[in-house]
């Protein structure tokens, strides 16, 4: 089965930056998308970044389209996330996803167990 493990959390200054990892395995990783997800205390689940199964095509949220940068190794089967010029507001716990299907861009159907993310001012 779809087993995806994120790591690479945890608590940094307001402009800061880290970088999130996710190691997949169960499925052919180089065919499927992969997104970064955030769910924020109180909030619901918000759409962070995603990148196409090549790796050509990147989507990322309007709120860090400038500060985060996602990419894959599809050798490694690991997606990332790298984060940059970090704010409070950006404090949550950050989901990897994986598409349901092969050569799509959704939708996302598996979830790793998440990593918390806190950015304190």
């Known amino acids: 089965q779809v087993q995806l493990v994120e790591s690479g959390g945890g608590l940094v200054q307001a402009g800061g930056s880290l970088r999130l990892s996710c190691a997949a395995s169960?499925?052919?990783?180089?065919?499927?998308?992969m997104g970064w997800f955030r769910q924020a205390p109180g909030k619901e689940r918000e759409f962070v970044a995603a990148?196409?199964?090549?790796?050509?095509?990147?989507y990322r949220a309007d709120s860090v389209k400038v500060r985060f940068t996602i990419s894959r190794d599809n050798a490694k089967k690991t997606v990332y996330v790298q984060m940059n010029g970090l704010e409070p507001e950006d404090t949550a716990v950050y989901y990897c996803?994986?598409?349901?299907?092969?050569?799509?861009?959704?939708?996302?159907?598996?979830w790793g167990q998440g990593t918390q993310v806190t950015v304190s001012s």
């Open positions: 996803g994986m598409v349901e299907s092969p050569y799509r861009s959704g939708p996302f159907k598996f």
């Open positions: 990148i196409s199964w090549k790796g050509d095509t990147t």
């Open positions: 169960g499925r052919t990783f180089s065919m499927y998308t």
